[in-house]
């Protein structure tokens, strides 16, 4: 069965300084790779996905993330954060067949962005 | 329509009550899914239709009863509940049964047993 870590479980950062989220993932093959971001009760909005290809994907504001097969990593990075970046981030792992398919979240990264 | 709408938005239900939980989307997606969110903790899967069948039951009590009417809509019958299963109910859906052009997830249904 896949599974995914997210070694961090905050992270404070200033505002205008750069980010990495960490996320490692366990699954046999190579998995559909995801970044989701859910502000305080809201649903999960999907920042960028890693299927195939290139390895560095870019997502919405300015994210990227960079599937390493070697280190089994799908880390999440931006350049310069903004305030508004300030919520949980979840790194899913996407795999299954055709008969169901299952998308399995790590436990979060809360981001904390001072001004 | 991008969009994967869930009604209603907050339910505060008493534990003798029957409600339901609704889920539509107009992508044409042919799978759809039920997850459960506790406060500071990700989304835990709970039921997978595919092409409107169910097709992965995350062994669920059965006082959470799913139902795919349509290939657009998903209901989640709830009867019985216990004050634990309060939580965030989220909806997603996906092109088809592999996840492969990603999930697409509702705002979620803010669910509260007293």
């Known amino acids: 069965a896949q599974s995914v870590t997210q070694p961090d479980i905050h992270i404070t950062v200033s505002e205008g300084a750069s980010l990495e989220l960490r996320c490692n993932y366990s699954y046999g093959a190579t998995p559909y790779l995801f970044w989701y971001v859910q502000s305080p009760g809201q649903g999960l909005q999907l920042l960028l996905k890693y299927f195939s290809g290139d390895t560095l994907v870019q997502g919405i504001k300015g994210f990227e993330a960079e599937f390493k097969r070697s280190q089994s990593s799908f880390n999440l990075r931006k350049p310069s954060v903004h305030w508004s970046d300030a919520a949980e981030y979840f790194c899913a792992v996407g795999a299954g067949n055709n008969a169901g398919n299952m998308l399995t979240f790590g436990g979060g990264t809360r981001l904390m962005v001072k001004p | ?114």
Not at chain 2, 29 to 44: G, I, L, V
């Open chain 2, 1 to 114: 329509d991008t969009e994967v709408t869930q009604t209603p938005k907050h339910l505060v239900m008493g534990m003798t009550n029957k409600k339901s939980l609704k889920c539509e989307q107009h992508m044409g997606h042919r799978a759809m899914y039920w997850y459960k969110q506790k406060a500071k903790k990700p989304p835990e899967l709970m039921f997978v239709y595919s092409y409107e069948k169910l097709s992965i039951n995350e062994s669920v009590p059965s006082r959470f009863s799913p139902e795919c009417p349509n290939s657009s809509l998903l209901n989640l019958h709830l009867h019985a509940l216990q004050p634990e299963d309060s939580a965030l109910y989220l909806c997603a859906s996906s092109q088809d049964g592999r996840g492969s052009m990603g999930y697409t997830f509702g705002s979620g249904t803010r669910l509260t047993v007293v």
